[in-house]
């Protein structure tokens, strides 16, 4: 079971959303997606994962305005069970691309391949007004995870090739004109005036057709 909430409606079309468990975040680390960032709160020892943004397409952490920070934020707190009861929670997000994962990690656990790459946001306290709104916006599927991974990158491969087909036709137009450029200047070369030979130049050097039949006879 997976749990989806949409961010403030002014801040855009995101989607936030994690498992029902450590095993269910387990599987959504597994499939995750380069425009995932995960999020989790500093009060344990262990980093086990709570959250996760689906950002666009090519967007990174620097896209994220500050009301989807504050609502991922909240969410963490709000469903942390010991983070909900405190203030001044830590709330840590990283990019997934950057999550490591060793066997002897427990189900949900991480660590980072580069820890400069991790951020932090303070929660002081939990704010009722946004948990309560996102709990509205809050749907439940039970998703394919690896089926919707495997779609996508299906996508992007049939996208490479569509560009690699264009890279290809784009090259060999550029060709055919460089051939076309090249065998203009050289047609020119073999016009210029003083290497040309007229008609009369041709008639001149000629004899007459009486003459010829003269030496013929």
Request: hydrophobic content about 35%.
């Amino acid at each position: 079971m997976v749990f989806y909430f949409k961010a403030r409606p002014d801040a855009g079309d995101y989607t936030i959303f994690m498992g029902l468990d450590k095993f269910e975040n387990e599987e959504l680390i597994k499939y995750g997606f380069p425009e995932d960032v995960c999020w989790f709160d500093r009060i344990c020892r262990v980093c086990l994962l709570h959250t996760f943004l689906r950002l666009h397409r090519g967007q990174g952490f620097d896209d994220i305005s500050e009301g989807v920070l504050e609502d991922c934020a909240h969410l963490v707190k709000a469903n942390s069970i010991q983070g909900n009861k405190v203030n001044n929670v830590d709330v840590v997000y990283n990019s997934w691309s950057n999550l490591k994962k060793t066997a002897s990690m427990d189900a949900g656990q991480v660590g980072f391949h580069n820890s400069k790459m991790v951020r932090t946001i303070r929660v002081e306290k939990r704010v009722n007004e946004i948990v309560n709104r996102l709990n509205k916006t809050k749907v439940e599927r039970t998703p394919d995870l690896r089926a919707e991974r495997e779609a996508v990158n299906a996508a992007e491969r049939a996208e490479r090739k569509h560009h690699l087909r264009e890279k290809k036709k784009h090259e060999e137009i550029e060709r055919l004109e460089k051939e076309r450029q090249a065998d203009m200047r050289s047609y020119k070369g073999l016009m210029v005036t003083d290497k040309m030979t007229s008609n009369k130049d041709i008639a001149s050097s000629n004899k007459s057709l009486q003459e010829l039949e003269d030496d013929f006879m």
